[in-house]
């Protein structure tokens, strides 16, 4: 079984400071990124199920609490942890975002090292 990590993140910078960040903590699971809500679903449908869900909650043209409720809505999905990524921490985001099916909610850290930290813990699921 070939498994590996989707991630939702429009932002260039975010997708290469992660892969970055996976090469340097020697993760040995293929990450998938889409750069939009079409794309994401579009790899979705195409390869087998992802180990983990990355999503960015400001993510285009759908937001990350829109691809939440759809995809917790397709069968065969709800088994994978999906994390949120935002860079707000409100806690209303949150609470959305857990009532729609997310395995957790993270803050986007401002420093490197706090990058590497939130990264390595996405392992933990």
């Known amino acids: 079984m070939n498994r590996f990590v989707l991630m939702l993140e429009g932002d260039g910078d975010d997708r290469y400071i992660t892969q970055q960040t996976l090469s340097e903590l020697q993760v040995d699971i293929p990450i998938k990124f889409s750069s939009n809500s079409i794309e994401f679903f579009n790899v979705l449908s195409e390869r087998e199920k992802p180990a983990l869900i990355l ?71």
């Open 55 to 125: 999503i960015d909650y400001n993510s285009v043209p759908e937001n990350g609490i829109e691809v939440l409720k759809k995809l917790k809505s397709s069968a065969g999905y709800n088994d994978i942890p999906v994390v949120i990524l935002s860079d707000s921490n409100l806690p209303k985001y949150k609470s959305e975002c857990y009532q729609h099916g997310a395995s957790s909610f993270i803050k986007k850290p401002d420093s490197s090292e706090g990058t590497n930290k939130k990264i390595a813990s996405f392992f933990n699921y």
